[in-house]
């Protein structure tokens, strides 16, 4: 199933790999990836990622993304149209 | 005024966080912290000077563990940080509170290959609660001040703060915030998932509890105990739960998991309700997860939401406190006597009875590891501290040193790191000077830091030293014969005469072969006031049973 992810997060060196472990460790390859600073003092951070898991999987890495010290808050959506089938991966 | 630097804030928040014991080894990149640590060298701040960073880390677990406050380790910058890796994984697989303090590369080489720099935050994100690198000195006291509420607030775990050479030998203003709040308060209780554990527990014909090492962290014995006996419900504990119920307690019912007791493992299928606490389903407690507890509803108490419903769904996940959510659960439980399945427990625990007497009380041939334990057991105070490492003399101390009292168990249970115990227990002693505290290791465990006896001569820890010698790496070898064909690749160990080793340390040693000098060299040994390293040699072969086979359900119990 195609999930989004939405996290805020402090916005410091290291919560990009931190979160990317998070993926790494349960072998889940990321399809798309957005992360910008959200406030005006430019502390806090909010990642959008999508990518295709099982439903257990995805609400385990919520939970796991969830135990990071800099990650404040975690929403998982299902997107309703299933997203797009994974396509052969282009290292480009 | 004197300007402190970088360093001495560091030194001075690590005192006025009420940290009095480091464990370390100097280097290039943290040489400041050293500088300024000899300023404070007067007996408010004691250094322990390891021989190996590795054993730093592992010896501020085992000052962690007996404590429950953090313990703190420091290294150099490179490899003085890469060795602390193997204590770090080690501590956060086992929910063990320590600050790890790193020097590294002043911040203008960074990133530049410079002489000891390794890219630490990178290596140990994965591996600790949290990490950061401080770069300026007025950032360290900060910094410190938040890992140190990291580390022991929620789940505990291990926090690693890395400094560059700049910013500890640079000037600051030294302003030490108060010890943030724990950073993840705990969370309210759950009133209606409270109401429908109790309800489970109150229609259940089988209740069973597993104990895990939560109820040591969350310090619920009492209220575990408590709730156990009004509602009549027996009980298990993983390995690092052992001691949170008493081995002596008619609920208990020893351990579970691949070497666990045979009526522990079995009942976890029989059960109709299984009220898990602190324990987080490892794959050596639930063997096939897809066929365990296959009975049971279960209602899980963690304090880790990551945990619920992990390996096993949870019919109810009570998140939080397991000592609040116990003691909120206690009232609503209904008084029982479960006479009969309390029975059931006795008649499978008699099962297991020729495996003891066999392991415990052989007839003849050299001395069993097991009967080595019990001996051990027999010979040791109600407080004593026990560091076992990994392998099978590991879950034979599981299984034959009975904790009563207030005796502890130490020992590296969801890692497996061989060669934890020496380091651990020298943390350990230091913590608790006056506690006979025993590291119990494998031949093979043994050389894995058996430089420690460096650190151990000089700063003269009274910890006692007992290697079960088989000549093997006994828990493989035991896997070779059961499940390779009896083929024994490189598991035949030789090692060094250890007494003659620990003489060389000024250690004294000895060694015991024959059955009847068994336990009068054990009463010599825990009871000197000094250090002692005992070696006792003991037969080749010997099996640790029960077992469930890798990969097995807990039903595939084997008892020979």
Not at chain 1, 39 to 49: A, G, Q, V, Y
Not at chain 2, 162 to 188: F, G, M, Q, W, Y
Not at chain 2, 432 to 460: F, S
Request: net charge negative; aromatic share 6%.
């Amino acid at each position: 199933m195609y999930y989004t992810l939405t996290a805020i997060t402090e916005n410091t060196p290291g919560v990009l790999y931190r979160i990317a472990s998070v993926f790494l460790q349960g072998q889940i390859n990321i399809e798309r990836l957005e992360v910008s600073a959200i406030d005006e003092t430019r502390t806090r951070s909010r990642f959008r990622i999508e990518f295709f898991d099982t439903e257990q999987h995805a609400h385990l890495l919520a939970r796991r993304m969830e135990r990071l010290v800099e990650v404040e808050h975690v929403e998982l959506t299902q997107e309703k149209d299933g997203g797009e089938t994974p396509q052969n991966t282009d290292s480009t | 005024m004197h300007t402190p630097t970088g360093a001495e804030s560091l030194v001075r928040t690590l005192k006025e966080a009420g940290i009095d014991t480091i464990f370390g080894y100097p280097g290039g990149a943290i040489m400041p912290a050293y500088d300024a640590l000899y300023t404070h060298s007067n007996g408010k701040m004691r250094h322990i000077l390891v021989r190996h960073e590795q054993a730093a880390a592992h010896a501020a677990e085992g000052y962690a563990q007996t404590t429950g406050n953090v313990g703190v380790c420091v290294a150099t910058s490179g490899p003085g940080a890469t060795n602390l890796l193997t204590g770090i994984t080690n501590a956060m697989m086992d929910s063990t509170p320590i600050l790890c303090i790193t020097g590294q590369v002043n911040q203008a080489l960074l990133g530049t290959d410079a002489f000891q720099e390794s890219p630490i935050i990178s290596m140990a994100a994965p591996v600790t609660k949290w990490c950061a690198q401080v770069q300026s000195a007025d950032k360290i006291a900060p910094t410190i001040m938040r890992a140190l509420a990291i580390a022991e607030s929620g789940r505990p775990g291990p926090v690693l703060v890395d400094i560059t050479k700049n910013a500890l030998a640079e000037a600051c203003t030294h302003e030490v915030p108060a010890r943030p709040e724990k950073s993840r308060p705990s969370l309210p209780l759950d009133e209606k998932a409270i109401l429908e554990a109790s309800e489970l527990l109150n229609t259940a014909k089988r209740p069973y509890a597993l104990v895990g090492h939560g109820v040591l962290l969350s310090g619920a014995q009492d209220a575990l105990r408590t709730l156990l006996e009004k509602a009549d419900i027996p009980c298990a504990a993983t390995v690092l739960g052992l001691g949170a119920i008493s081995d002596d307690h008619p609920l208990f019912h020893g351990m579970l998991g691949m070497h666990g007791n045979y009526a522990a493992n079995l009942k976890t299928d029989e059960a109709d309700v299984i009220l898990a606490v602190g324990m987080r389903f490892d794959d050596r407690v639930t063997g096939d997860a897809s066929r365990f507890a296959r009975n049971a509803k279960i209602i899980h108490i963690d304090i880790d939401p990551a945990e619920l419903h992990k390996i096993i769904p949870a019919t109810v996940p009570l998140v939080g406190d397991a000592n609040a959510i116990l003691e909120a659960l206690t009232p609503h439980v209904a008084q029982a006597d479960r006479t009969a399945w309390r029975e059931s427990f006795r008649l499978l625990d008699q099962c297991e009875e020729p495996v003891r007497k066999e392991a415990l009380s052989p007839s003849d041939g050299p001395i069993s590891m097991s009967e080595a334990i019990r001996a051990l057991d027999e010979a040791t105070a109600d407080s004593a501290i026990i560091v076992a490492d990994v392998g099978q003399h590991q879950m034979l101390a599981a299984r034959y040193y009975r904790l009563t009292g207030t005796r502890r168990f130490i020992t590296s249970g969801g890692l497996g790191t061989m060669g934890f115990s020496l380091p651990a227990a020298i943390g350990a002693q230091i913590a608790h000077p006056q506690r006979q505290v025993i590291a119990v290791m494998g031949d093979g465990c043994a050389q894995m830091n058996i430089q420690e006896l460096g650190t151990i001569m000089q700063e003269k820890v009274p910890v006692k030293i007992l290697i079960l010698n088989n000549h093997y790496l006994g828990m493989v070898r035991q896997w070779q014969e059961l499940f390779f064909d009896e083929r024994y690749s490189a598991t035949a160990i030789e090692s060094p005469d250890f007494p003659a080793l620990a003489a060389a340390y000024n250690i004294k040693g000895a060694c015991v072969r024959e059955r009847a000098e068994l336990a009068p060299a054990l009463a010599e040994f825990v009871n000197s006031t000094e250090t002692r390293l005992l070696e006792v040699h003991v037969r080749t072969i010997e099996n640790v049973f029960p077992m469930i086979p890798s990969g097995g359900a807990v039903t595939d119990i084997r008892l020979q």
